[in-house]
């Protein structure tokens, strides 16, 4: 799940209730681990003016068992849920296969924090 920090939330707030909002996952703070954050940059013509993002995100990962048959998804914000390997999400993130719409950045942070707790 994926959501922009509201005023005067924190991020873990923000991603605790992102992932209830499009998931139905009602998990609590000890069961997102904090990966890390990377910078959204990026301007593009919308609408005839130009548009530009900048923004820090927050990654967090919840590692407790997930059935997706079981998941109450937002319709207005989740299409379907599927399973993939990380590392085939990473390299189709990075021929920009339109597939997947995870920024790579951030992949590029679970990687890190996965192979970070593997070494522990």
């Known amino acids: 799940s994926a959501g922009h920090i509201q005023a005067g939330d924190e991020p873990l707030e923000s991603a605790l209730r992102e992932l209830k909002e499009e998931l139905g996952i009602s998990a609590t703070p000890e ?40 998941l109450v998804l937002q319709t207005e914000e989740v299409e379907e849920v599927q399973w993939f390997d990380l590392e085939e999400v990473y390299e189709q993130c990075g ?14 942070v679970v990687r890190r924090y996965l192979k970070s707790i593997e070494k522990n």
């Open 95 to 108: 021929k920009h296969r339109e597939i997947f719409c995870v920024p790579a950045l951030g992949l590029g």
């Open 31 to 70: 069961q997102l681990h904090f990966a890390g954050t990377f910078p959204i940059s990026f301007a593009k013509e919308f609408h005839g003016k130009m548009f530009r993002d900048e923004e820090i995100a927050f990654v967090y990962i919840y590692r407790e068992p997930v059935n997706i048959a079981e």
